[in-house]
């Protein structure tokens, strides 16, 4: 079945107007060259003016806590898994401190910091180099602030990889949708609800719009917040009175890298108190 | 002319079957490449681009160094030049063949290669790279060929050639300073993000083109009764002393700003390049390999009495050239590359598969090359005697 822009289109309002919400349309679509990024919102749809993120890593206990993100993350996106570096992909990543924020370690700063394993993602930084460098606009920014591809567009020239400062990218340089060594699918179990890639192209995280567009929250923040209160918080960055704001008035966060301009939307929360002790927000 | 390229000896064709061995091999491993993904290449999530980009970037400033004979002869009125421009020229549209050919094998999704032009993105580097090079090409066919044909009658160019001629010096700055910035502008990725990058790339270009326009005139020289002549090889010779000079100077700049100032994250590259990081030194002995030969032609040119024996220049340029094309074709792309974002080492070397394909790449420009040459050649061995004028 092929279907072209205005049939979806229809195809959203109807569905839209039925209550159904984008999902089942995006059921609806799957295996078409429709893209994730031409997601359309439905009536719960959450909205921003720029999404953000805030990680506060002392938060996550356990490597299952670590795990569980992760997972939830590369399952619902039908990210392969390659299990070698070279051609891995990956959306979201633990690192040490001194691999996160390579230039900040010291060889004195206390152990735990040291030690402590930080969730890393893209940023959707607010000046992005890869939207920049991009020569067909398969990658570009939202009106929300959400750094986003069009896989269909995607030459897979590269480019992007290089200009990211983050490594957030990954280029499939083997068929994703096919099989390990042993003759495993590389996708474990496929989620029918989102798209699968092709061989060629460059991806990375999404901030999940999909689920924004249905009201939910990203899966490895809805995730954190079953083992954790604050590990993982999004939000607007752009109103004062969100969540995302009040714990970056509140506590000293760092961004990654920020001294190159490329204005990060993900802040790491280091140290300082506990925002929910802090008077003034309660 | 072309019916000049069918003409030819039982070397020609030797060579050009040689060749086209080549290239049919480089045929199969791209169709693996095609089937399998660019993972049957040497390049990870770390290293993302690898030999074929360096061989592009390399062969821009092949491209680009056709200038210097276009300078000198149509600028300066050096009349010697006038029968070696064309080579210049056409080593040009060859060299600009195997650019495109490079950036095909390297991209992910070639069918959608029309996309650069369907979605034209202004503030996209690679896309300004696109248009700079089909023109440069596009340039160089129409000049080489309007003149060559007029000599081979024996008549002046047509007058509305001029302009063309005129455009394609600044075109070919214009190419080599836009592969730059395709490094040079990239936060993050401090190898790369240096102010001296065009200026490295034009005078590494300017170096090694008119290096390679010497071995191959000396070639001509030898398998056909053309004689480029001694004086235009000699003029060549000093043109590539300076521009060799002026390179090595560049890359002590690099080198300066990188330790003086003590920031590590200027030094780590060169430390991986040179002596190894975190214990991993793959590309060391490369790189000792590409300083020592700079520094023995440099030389070995420096000094008029030696640059003066053709033997010697060609021992330089082809020393040179190798040179440059270590530097400038492997480790410039790969130690951007690394350390990685996160301040780790992935080292990257090509696999058969890219190697075989970037030979046939090479074989192509290489079979162009003969076509065009055997063309030019055969026009010069006519008009032999004939004063020509441009
Ligand atoms: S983190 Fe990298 S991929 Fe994400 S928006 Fe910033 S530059 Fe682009
Ligand atoms: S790989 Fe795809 S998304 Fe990245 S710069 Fe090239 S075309 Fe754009
Ligand atoms: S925001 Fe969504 S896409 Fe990004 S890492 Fe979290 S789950 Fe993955």
Redesign the pocket.
Known sequence: MSINRREFLRLAGVSALAGVGGVAVFNKLQNNALEASEFTAGPNALNAKRWAMVVDMSKFKTPEDYKRCMDACHSTHNVPNFSNPKDEIKWIWPEKFEHAFPGQENPYMNEETKEKSFLLL????DN????RVCPTKA?FKRKDGI?MQDMHRCIGCRF?MA????G??SFNYRNPRGKDANGQPLIKEENAAYPTRTIGVVE??TFCTERLAVGKLPACVEVSNEFSKGGLVFGDLDDPGSEVRKIISAKYTIRRKSEIG?Q?SVFYVIGGNDYAIVPEIL | MLDKALKGSRGYWGWLFFLMGIMGAGFLAYLYQFKNGLGVTGLSRDISWGLYIGQFTFLVGVAASAVMLVIPYYLHDYKKFGKIVILGEFLAISAVIMCMLFIMADMGQPMRVMNIFLHPTLNSVLFWDTVVLNGYLFLNIIIGWITLESDSKGIKPPQWIKPFIYLSVPWAVSIHTVTAFIYAGLPGRHFWLSAIMAARFLASAFAGGPALLIILALLVRKLTKFDPGKEPIQALGKIVTYAMFANVFFLGLEFFTAFYSGIPAHQHSFHYLYAGLDGYNKLVPLMWTSSILAVVSLFLLIFPSFRKKEGVLAFACVSLFISLWIDKGFGLVIGGFVPNMFERVTEYWPTIPETIITLAVWATGFFVLTVLYKIAVTVREETAGIEIEH
Do not use: M
């Open positions: 893209c940023n959707h930084c992005p180099p890869c939207v990658t750094v992007c200009a990211c400062p983050f957030a990218r990375k995280c490329t990060p």
